[in-house]
């Protein structure tokens, strides 16, 4: 079992960046593949990025697609999502998860394992 903790989150004005990390405080990422989810009030939670167990592979949400990087450090048992020119529709929950396929390349969210608690990005005008 494996036991996430996002951060990173923040308060920002449009077309600031934030990067948030996702660290697995139980268990090892390297074999899982890790992806970015947000969750907006009154809205569903939505794909945002994905990331292959050895880093090889990654996928976007279109709307994310150019503004958002996302990576990972094996060593640190750590996954990132760099955001930039952020806008105020990317305000939302943004979640980690993992999939134990090491190269999981769908994004409906519930065939995700496990999660963490969420950090919040807001950002303002």
């Known amino acids: 079992q494996v036991q996430l903790v996002e951060s990173g989150g923040g308060l920002v004005q449009t077309g600031a960046s934030l990067r948030l990390s996702c660290a697995a405080s139980?268990?090892?990422?390297?074999?899982?593949?890790v992806g970015w989810f947000r969750q907006a009030p009154g809205k569903e939670r939505e794909f945002v990025a994905s990331?292959?167990?050895?880093?090889?592979?990654?996928g976007y949400a279109d709307s994310v697609k150019g503004r958002f990087t996302i990576s990972r450090d094996n060593a640190k048992n750590t996954v990132y999502l760099q955001m930039t020119s952020l806008k105020l529709e990317d305000t939302a929950l943004y979640y980690c998860a993992v999939h134990p396929n090491r190269d999981y390349r769908f994004r409906n969210p519930t065939h995700y394992a496990y999660w963490g608690q969420g950090t919040q990005v807001t950002v303002s005008l």
């Open positions: 990331i292959s167990s050895s880093g090889a592979t990654t």
């Open positions: 139980r268990g090892t990422l390297s074999t899982y593949t």
